[in-house]
């Protein structure tokens, strides 16, 4: 092992002693090209660069040029196709419509009243039922009032049974004809007197108007009612069904609105004929239909808008007095549309646009120009066709002219409204 590695350092001796004056060799021209060029003045920076400037100046240029080259004749790496979900755009029939802010407001509201003095001895409801029109609501002590109805009739029956013995007598010629006169006065003043009586009794009872929706009592059995010529207030019921929805349209929305309509037809009024629809905060759609049934004869000069109202059955009484409600109408002919998902469509400085994919499966930007929007879908006025293969989702990760592996899906057709 010894002699062999004596024998290896013998032979690789002279080697070693050659690469070594080749590399002084190699090392001295190299110094000798670096201080010829440190005498030449570079143009642009009206100065000589010293030699170890020039040196790693070119040793730096020589790499980057080394790494181009080994990047352009390296090996060519071929894409790997994305995945996207596609889709036709959806053709359908639709409408244009406008939304608007609305507020749910009673068919009627009534103050229920106490008309007679008394105590208030019965309160027949709980604080916010639904009660039937009919239904016994308040009651002030009524035993003065059935002793005053009594009284009355006493008097009533008396005077009746006096005035028809008066028209006997002078038949008989046994009385004047000023006695029946009177006769009769008394009989009619008290007749009037048990009417009133009557009414009166009849105001201890405070019944329902209609069916509607109770307020809180206001005063506890127990009270004493001092009327006056207003009345006491009791409580306040409130009609809900039918139910009111009041909205406003601003100046422009009906401008355009006005210019939808046929200019060569009659005009007539949408009063009782518009549909309208509403949906309250947190549902889908607009699953209350109505009618518009008043139309403001001006606009506000203070708001710059027309007030409407719309009138709803509610018979579930989903609508409450007070809440919030989305209002939708729609307006113009029926027309054929090309309809995406809102979320498909991108915008940038430029303008709307999606993606389409060509017969390479390449991805392609297609400007687009957008029409009506729905909640879920927008109306595609320009740009695509009903053939049209479009990217709906993993655009995110595309860019033109890029290579996709496409899933065909159907979409799913619009409710009607």
């Known amino acids: 092992m010894k002699d062999l590695l004596i024998k290896a350092k013998l032979l690789l001796m002279p080697l070693w002693g050659k690469l070594v004056t080749l590399w002084g060799s190699l090392l001295g021209k190299w110094n000798a090209f670096l201080v010829k060029l440190s005498t030449v003045e570079i143009p642009i920076l009206k100065k000589k660069l010293s030699p170890r400037t020039i040196g790693v100046s070119l040793l730096v240029l020589i790499a980057l040029v080394a ?86 009739q006493a008097i009533y029956t008396e005077a009746k049974l006096e005035y028809g013995r008066q028209k006997s007598l002078l038949k008989e010629n ?13 009989y009619q003043q008290a007749e009037a007197n048990l009417t009133l009586a009557k009414i009166n009794l009849g105001y201890t ?34 009609q809900i069904s039918p139910i009111y929805v009041y909205f406003s349209i601003n100046e422009r929305e009906y401008l355009k609105f006005q210019k939808s309509q046929d200019p060569n037809a009659e005009r007539k009024s949408e009063v009782n004929t518009l549909p309208i629809y509403a949906g309250l905060q947190g549902e889908v759609g607009y699953p209350f239909e109505g009618v518009l049934d008043y139309a403001a004869n001006l606009i506000s000069t203070e708001t710059g808008s027309l007030q409407l109202r ?73 740009g695509l066709t009903a053939t049209s293969k479009v990217v709906i989702n993993g655009f995110i990760n595309l860019s033109i002219n890029q290579v996709a592996q496409p899933t065909e899906v159907t979409l799913e057709a619009m409710p009607a409204r």
């Open 174 to 186: 046994a009385t004047s004809q000023a006695a029946v006169d009177k006769a009769l006065s008394q």
């Open 310 to 382: 719309a009138i709803f059955k509610n018979e579930k009484y989903e609508l409450i007095p007070g809440l919030y409600a989305r209002v939708m109408a729609q307006y113009g002919a029926p027309r054929q549309a090309l309809l995406l998902p809102k979320t498909a469509v991108m915008t940038d400085q430029v303008g709307d646009y999606v993606f389409v994919l060509d017969n390479a499966m390449r991805a392609q930007r297609q400007d687009i120009s957008l029409g009506q929007r729905f909640e879920k879908y927008v109306e595609i006025s320009k």
């Open 205 to 238: 009872e405070i019944r329902a108007p209609f069916d509607g929706l109770m307020g809180r009592h206001l005063l506890d059995v127990g009270t004493y009612l001092d009327s006056t010529t207003k009345g006491v207030q009791l409580s306040t019921i409130q």
């Open 67 to 152: 790494l181009i080259c080994l990047k352009s004749c390296g090996k060519e790496i071929k894409q790997t196709p994305i995945p996207v979900t596609t889709a036709q755009p959806l053709s359908q029939e639709i409408r244009s419509f406008a939304t608007f802010d609305g507020l749910v407001d009673p068919y009627l509201t009534v103050n229920l009243d106490a008309r007679v003095k008394g105590y208030l001895t019965k309160i027949g409801f709980a604080d916010g039922a639904m009660v039937k029109k009919g239904d016994l609501l308040f009651v002030i002590e009524q035993d003065q009032y059935i002793q005053e109805v009594k009284l009355k």
